[in-house]
């Protein structure tokens, strides 16, 4: 009996488990691939990330620029001879480039057409050539041929981001397209190196504005903010870690500043309004606020990477440092401050590069304004290089949009460099035990 | 500028006085600095302590009262009519005759009087600052008097200045607790401001949010209405759709990087992944106003919904993507931290891989992985770029992705930049938003502590 049934059991029982089996395996290859969907599409996503914003920032790198032959005709600069800085100041530059275009295009009649001419260029141009004027007096009287920006619709026209004619809503019309086409033919129109960008400050043109204001900005503000927290993140993890007693204090500002690594940015921000500003009645928009709340918001980073490295120095050091008469005071500051260094520098850097990406808290204290000066000192008004990307991203502009990718380019090119001397530091002196 | 220089002033004192107070103590030990307590160098650095930080002390004090004392004094010196101006047009005044004592150009005429005030400022101030130099170098230089007096061989320099040392560090250790402080207390402070204008049960459960007051009596329709349900919904339905994306990618990622990929790639892997964590939110804010939105857009509309170029799946989307390395490396560590035995116990039994990671190493890493998820949690909610950028501006009440929604974050934002007023509500609400924020912030990060200290296993 017993053995007929097991002979009629085995093989349904051999298949249920080997069906079971292959399930088994079935599920466990399902498992592994969801596990390399999800880092795929973290890395797709990155992928994708870098790919939009360098395909719309490398045509930032160039600006189009008109040749145009410029007469600095005396009698219109300065008609009475005097050479006076004032008067060359003040002289009617926007006529020597009317005239430049008139006489490059002299059938051109009518109001209507001569502004839709002289739009081909930037309002830029005249005060360009009235700085070239004033550096050099000489000009006055003489001809030159002279690269001078076109304006920002020119500019998208020509690198072909919009389309020309009537019925782009009126930014290149039908005549400044065969005017443009025709500049080009001569060899009058072409791409060129966009120093602006790199050289100037903020400006409501997008063919003008650049980003070396914010970048001033942001290194008043990295300056203010290293300032404050590296010196009080290491003296707090030199506190915390070797000198603390165990107690309910010490417990509590443990606590305390692990919850300030994880409060939002917004709201340091809110506390920068409220004290700094409103009670402390520091100015609006500068560099030292933004330095001071950004310092606070990184203090906790350096802290724990600062104790961390602290803990990461052995015992023994310390013991033989005590052993040969050392005061608690010199074993900390002759020995293990200085083997920890790497550690809490490294640290130091990414709690900065960090505070360089911050935006938000710098919103709440009036970092967003409209600046065109670079800034020359940390009460002066200032913008950061995040900040620029906000404002520039929420521009009507087209062109602005390419300006706002090539400042990202830029930020995230000093994070690289930043998390780079990070982990340069960490090889080259970290110490194992 | 003249401040500056003091200070320099002072500092280079104190430097003197280090040189004088080392040469002193090894003058009385008759040039063998065995015969001192402590190293010369320590007795420099107390002279030089004595010095440099009363002179600070009075400068910092000084700079604090003096702007204060100089506009009670030029205020009580005007004339009687001035006197009676309401507290706002004594302001308006006191900064034209400064303006005016600048040389920066006034709007109006100045009279006799402003001007006479504003050379009354003047004198006052240069008074001010031959006031500073005087006192500050007399205390600084008593201070250096009295520490280089205390020098002998048999004084215990070093004891001293570490005492200075110590004290430093403690009073650098406390500038956490009182940035703690400071946030709560500004932020409690204008929030009371607020519910005296707004009543916490409309402010809390009200359901229409559209702050913008009327800034004259007399205009229509603005009235302002301070119901922060929406703001919640609109935040909470963005967080959701970030958990959504982080979690199952985080977690998997986690998982496949500690469990299954071999050593090579998980070290090329775990630090691309982690550059996700250090991209600026500003730029994934544009790449989701940019290219995510119109992409959703777009999609949704071939399908024929109708999707809002402002949609909350945009912004939930882009923010999760930026979430998931907090989850994943924090989830990683715990992973690993699960003792290889158990894993082997497991094998033993007959368990694949996928079966003991579900029903053993999971449950073991529980409470680290609910802690990561609870962070990432409060890192959504209080993340502010992407959403500015991405998420729209109106309080709408909808649970439908492809609408916009608006968020606390979003809103404080908003409220706060650009022209202001300190009074009105509309100002005030943004601390109240940003109080709610903080304490929500709070409430998940203790969670996350709470979960790891009290339910953490721990093996060996």
């Known amino acids: 009996m017993t053995e007929i049934a097991t002979d009629q059991a085995a093989p349904s029982a051999r298949r249920q488990s080997k069906d079971r089996l292959r399930r088994r395996h079935a599920a466990e290859r399902r498992f592994r691939l969801y596990g390399m969907i999800a880092v795929a599409v973290a890395l797709l996503f990155l992928a994708g990330l870098f790919a939009a914003i360098f395909s719309i920032a490398y045509t930032a790198l160039g600006q189009t620029e008109i040749a145009l ?56 141009a005249t005060f360009e050539l009235r700085d070239m004027l004033l550096a050099d007096q000489s000009l006055i009287g003489g001809r030159r041929t002279l690269w001078l920006p076109a304006s920002d619709d020119v500019d998208m026209y020509a690198k072909g981001l919009v389309a020309g004619g009537a019925d782009n809503g009126g930014r290149i019309n039908a005549k400044q397209a065969v005017w443009l086409d025709l500049l080009r033919s001569q060899g009058q129109l072409e791409q060129r190196f966009n120093w602006r960008f790199f050289l100037s400050g903020d400006s409501r043109e997008p063919e003008l504005a650049g980003i070396l204001g914010a970048a001033v900005g942001s290194l008043l503000t990295l300056a203010i903010c290293l300032a404050l927290a590296f010196p009080l993140g290491v003296m707090t993890a030199v506190y915390l870690q070797e000198f603390a007693p165990r107690n309910r204090w010490t417990d509590l500002i443990e606590v305390n500043i692990n919850n300030l690594a994880a409060v939002p940015s917004i709201v340091f921000g809110l506390l920068g309004l409220a004290v700094l500003l409103g009670f402390a009645g520091m100015p609006r928009s500068a560099p030292l606020v933004g330095g001071i709340v950004l310092a606070l918001m990184t203090l906790p980073t350096v802290i724990i990477a600062g104790r961390a490295a602290l803990q990461a120095v052995p015992p023994s050091i310390r013991d033989a440092a005590f052993g040969i008469g050392a005061s608690p005071m010199q074993v900390v500051a002759h020995h293990v401050l200085p083997l920890a260094m790497p550690g809490v520098l490294t640290g130091t850097i990414i709690g900065m590069a960090r505070a360089l990406g911050e935006t938000a808290p710098l919103l709440m204290i009036g970092m967003v304004a409209f600046i065109v000066d670079v800034p020359l000192g940390p ?49 080259r002196f970290e110490q194992r035990w | 500028m003249s401040h500056l220089l003091i200070i320099l002033a002072i500092l280079s004192l104190a430097a003197i006085g280090f040189r004088m107070g080392r040469g002193r103590a090894l003058a009385l030990a008759g040039g063998d600095a065995r015969a001192l307590h402590s190293l010369p160098n320590h007795y420099g650095g107390y002279v030089l302590l004595n010095c440099a930080l009363p002179g600070l002390a009075v400068i910092a004090i000084w700079l604090a009262v003096e702007p204060h004392a100089i506009r009670w004094l030029v205020l009580s010196a005007l004339p009687g009519d001035f006197r009676v101006l309401p507290t706002e047009r004594l302001g308006l005044a006191y900064d034209d005759l400064r303006n005016l004592a600048h040389g920066v150009a006034v709007n109006h005429a100045a009279d006799a009087v402003l001007s006479a005030a504003a050379s009354h400022y003047l004198a006052l101030r240069r008074i001010a600052v031959v006031g500073l130099v005087i006192v500050s170098l007399a205390v600084a230089g008593t201070g250096l008097w009295r520490g280089w007096r205390r020098v002998a061989p048999n004084f215990a320099a070093r004891r001293a200045v570490e005492r200075y040392i110590r004290v430093a560090l403690i009073a650098a250790s406390t500038v956490a607790v009182f940035t703690t402080i400071g946030i709560v207390l500004s932020l409690v402070f204008e929030t009371l401001r607020f519910f005296g204008k707004v009543t916490l049960w409309d402010f809390l459960f009200g359901l229409e949010w559209s702050p913008q007051t009327a800034l004259r009596a007399d205009q229509v329709g603005s009235s302002g209405s301070f ?25 998997f990622s986690a998982i496949y990087l500690s469990e299954y990929a071999s050593r090579r790639v998980r070290d090329v892997i775990k630090p691309v992944l982690e550059i996700l964590a250090g991209i600026p939110t500003v730029v994934y804010g544009f790449f989701a106003a940019l290219t995510v939105a119109p992409l959703i857009r777009d999609t949704g509309g071939s399908f024929g919904l109708d999707v809002s170029s402002e949609s909350a799946l945009a912004a939930g989307l882009v923010m999760g993507i930026m979430i998931i390395p907090f989850i ?18 497991s094998y033993g039994l007959g368990a694949t891989q996928s079966e003991t990671i579900r029903q053993v190493v999971l449950p073991a890493a529980l409470p680290g992985i609910i802690s990561s998820i609870l962070l990432a949690v409060s890192r959504a909610i209080g993340e502010t770029m992407i959403v500015v950028m991405a998420a729209g501006l109106a309080a709408n009440l909808t649970a439908n992705p492809f609408q916009a929604v608006t968020t606390v974050t979003v ?15 509309k100002t005030l609400a943004a601390f109240a938003l940003g109080l709610v924020l903080f304490v929500m912030t709070l409430g998940l990060n203790l969670m996350a502590l709470v979960t790891v200290r009290k339910y953490r296993e721990k093996y060996d």
């Open chain 2, 411 to 425: 809103q404080i934002a908003t409220l706060l930049v650009g022209d202001q007023e300190f009074d009105s509500a």
């Open chain 1, 69 to 124: 032959e410029i007469h600095f005709d005396g009698a219109l600069i300065d008609p009475d001879g005097t050479r006076n800085g004032d008067v060359l100041a003040r002289a009617d530059y926007g006529a020597l480039v009317k005239d430049g275009l008139g006489t490059l295009f002299p059938e051109v009649k009518g109001r209507r057409d001569r502004r839709a001419l002289r739009k081909l260029l930037s309002v830029g």
């Open chain 2, 227 to 251: 119901g922060a349900v929406p703001i919640f919904a609109g935040t909470l339905l963005i967080s959701a759709i970030a958990m959504a994306v982080a979690v199952p990618a985080g977690l």
């Open chain 2, 328 to 345: 994943s490396s924090l989830s990683d560590d715990v992973i690993t931290a699960v003792p290889q035995s158990l894993r082997e116990a």
């Open chain 1, 379 to 427: 009460t002066d008004p200032a913008t950061v290089l995040p900040v620029q990307v906000y404002l520039w991203a929420d521009a009507p502009e087209r062109a602005f949009a390419e300006r706002t990718a090539a400042a990202i380019v830029v930020l995230l090119a000093f994070l690289v460099v930043m998390n780079f001397a990070a982990v340069l530091l960490r090889r």
